[in-house]
């Protein structure tokens, strides 16, 4: 696993790490998987592409490594994929990267990665049908300045475009910005564009740290954030402005999600994700996230968790000899797996992604709900 | 004094010498290093804009736009290199490097698919901006920013280093120049005393007996005078040597 451990986007590193050594953990108690312990051996990246190609040099050719796992985001991700295809002759296979970018779920690249979650054209497209909907057209993109804000600028772009319509306004901010920055240049740019909605594609420290000075400068139009951004980590920036500011930062918020609610706690799987948390309470990797406090459940922790259930069903199918060669075959003959996202999780040898499901939640009560009803932002 | 004074226009000489040749130099070194550095990164940007538009062509068929975006944020780290787009053939965004946002003076300037192109943009800089096309221009174009301040920040290194270089000769050649003008200035500081003490014996004079033997001991010009001024001096003391 190569991911961000350390700088401006630790959170979503470690939490999808902590998701995952849950559930193996619990599996390894158990016996492992055909009396293999599973084990994750992490490496940060800080969210750097440069580093990530490093980093997966290391694993593959160094550590020789089974497989590549929860690899975070999509700069890094698009940066690895040609490694993969240059060493294609060792067959190693990318496991659900967190990232909703196209690259890995399209040719020439697409073979060579499994992804569970939905891609961002999912979801910003889901985002701009439910606004457009409700009357709110003019739609602003906020963006990362790097292939995954692209992926989602083209995602906003494309929602628009069969709707007939084009985006407002768009402004950009650099990788690893800081919630402590201030986006007033951001903020000044779309407030020109006049949007009645603006989607923010980006991480949470910079995508706060917009939403803070969207607040302060009057702008008050839903903002909504895709998956990657780490709701409870933008929360919680959110909630500490909030109370030294006096203001409340946390209305008008929109985050998709590809995971069902760790709040859902009818479904099977999310008690057994919060049970297994709180029995394991898995650890940040070691020698990282000292000065950083593990959230009890988050959506991102919850994604790591359901990677890692589906990981050890692949890891189960392949047998008491695994062979590297055979996973994507192993992966092709899933079909209606009830990993409890929704809808059974399927894939062919044409479909490299497992779930279709996009999951919208709002802001009550300081905590991140489901949207029932999306009237209260029409226009 | 008339050694210091003789030493202050030896100095003064020197002063005006490194000075035309720092000037001088200096200015040479900017038109050359301008020249030669706006050429080479024109050529390095044309260079990565055709690049990029040849390598880009497969992606953008395949509307891979975060793949693109990836592509030009590896060349965007290139020295010099402030800041690529990439557009349709209809003028539509594809990819871009500008945070936050695309300058008003790009989005409604001109975007000539072919050429160079100068700007100045607010809060940016001043740049060379050089486009390529993309599949002769129908699949769109490529355009590369070459920051301009960062020529004139090596100019300026070029400068500095020139300066501290010319500096240092120049110090050397003040701590030389006082060693050889001293060298020169001595004897005739001597010769000075000698034809004084000639004048007026009984004057109170620094030069010994010795010193004034070697000063008539010298085979150089410094020695002739001396002895010439002897022989007058004697010529003006004996009365049948008068006319």
């Known amino acids: ?379 | 004094m008339r050694i210091a004074r003789l030493f202050q226009k030896t100095m003064f000489g020197i002063f005006l010498l490194f000075g035309i040749i720092a000037l001088s130099t200096s200015a040479l070194c900017v038109y050359t290093v301008d020249r030669q550095l706006s050429t080479e990164y024109v050529a390095n940007s044309r260079t990565i804009a055709q690049t990029i538009a040849n390598s880009s062509l497969d992606i953008i068929l395949n509307r891979d736009l975060s793949t693109l975006q990836s592509l030009i944020d590896q060349f965007r780290e290139l020295q010099g290199i402030r800041y690529i787009y990439i557009v349709d053939e209809h003028g539509d965004w594809l990819a871009h490097t500008f945070v936050p946002g695309i300058p008003k003076e790009i989005l409604e300037g001109d975007r000539s698919p072919d050429g160079t192109v100068e700007r100045r943009l607010p809060g940016f800089g001043e740049f060379v901006e050089v486009a390529s096309p993309i599949l002769d221009g129908i699949a769109g174009s490529v355009h590369v920013g070459m920051d301009k301040g960062l020529i004139a920040l090596k100019i300026q290194t070029a400068i500095g280093q020139q300066i501290y270089l010319i500096s240092i000769i120049f110090i050397v050649s003040i701590v030389g120049a006082y060693f050889l003008v001293n060298l020169a200035a001595h004897p005739i500081t001597q010769l000075g005393g000698y034809t004084r003490m000639l004048a007026a014996p009984d004057a109170p004079t620094t030069l010994t007996a010795d010193d004034a033997r070697r000063l008539l001991e010298r085979d150089d010009e410094v020695g002739q005078l001396a002895r010439i001024a002897r022989h007058l001096a004697h010529r003006a003391e004996t009365p049948d040597s008068r006319p």
């Open chain 1, 1 to 379: 696993m190569s991911a961000a451990f350390s700088g401006a986007s630790r959170g979503l590193g470690i939490e999808l790490y902590r998701g995952s050594m849950a559930y193996f953990t619990e599996v390894n108690r158990q016996g492992g998987v055909h009396g293999r312990p599973i084990r994750i051996l992490g490496y940060d990246d800080g969210y750097q592409p440069n580093a990530a190609v490093q980093n997966t040099l290391k694993l593959m050719l160094e550590d020789d490594v089974f497989l590549l796992f929860n690899y975070v985001g999509t700069p890094t991700v698009t940066r690895v994929l040609p490694l993969l295809k240059k060493y294609e002759r060792l067959h190693f296979t990318l496991f659900f990267p967190f990232t909703g970018a196209q690259p890995h779920r399209e040719l020439p690249y697409g073979p060579l990665a499994v992804n569970l979650r939905a891609s961002y054209r999912q979801e910003t497209r889901g985002l701009v049908d439910h606004f457009v909907d409700i009357g709110r057209a003019r739609v602003a993109v906020f963006y990362q300045a790097d292939a995954y804000g692209r992926s989602g600028w083209v995602g906003v772009r494309e929602a628009l475009s069969a709707r007939g319509l084009r985006m407002a306004g768009e402004a950009t901010y650099s990788r690893g910005t800081k919630f402590t920055e201030s986006l007033d240049r951001q903020v000044a740019i779309l407030q020109e564009a006049k949007p009645d909605v603006i989607i923010s594609i980006g991480a949470y420290e910079a995508c706060a740290a917009f939403i803070r000075d969207a607040r302060k400068a009057g702008l008050d139009v839903p903002i909504a954030n895709v998956s990657f951004v780490g709701s409870e980590s933008l929360l919680a920036l959110l909630q500490s402005a909030s109370a030294a500011d006096r203001r409340d930062y946390t209305t008008n918020l929109v985050n998709s999600q590809v995971v069902p609610s760790y709040e859902h706690t009818a479904a099977p799987v999310v008690r057994e994700y919060r049970a297994l948390m709180e029995r394991h309470a898995p650890t940040p990797p070691a020698g990282f996230g000292t000065d950083y406090t593990p959230l009890p459940y988050s959506f991102v922790s919850l994604e790591g968790f359901l990677n890692a259930k589906l990981l050890v069903e692949v890891l189960t199918r392949l047998g008491p000899e695994p062979d590297r060669a055979r996973l994507r075959t192993v992966v092709a003959s899933l079909t209606n797996i009830e990993l409890g996202m929704g809808a059974p999780v399927g894939f062919s040898a044409d479909n490299n992604q497992g779930s279709d499901a996009i999951f919208y939640t709002t802001v009550r009560d300081g905590r991140f709900v489901p949207v029932t009803d999306w009237s209260e932002w029409r226009r």
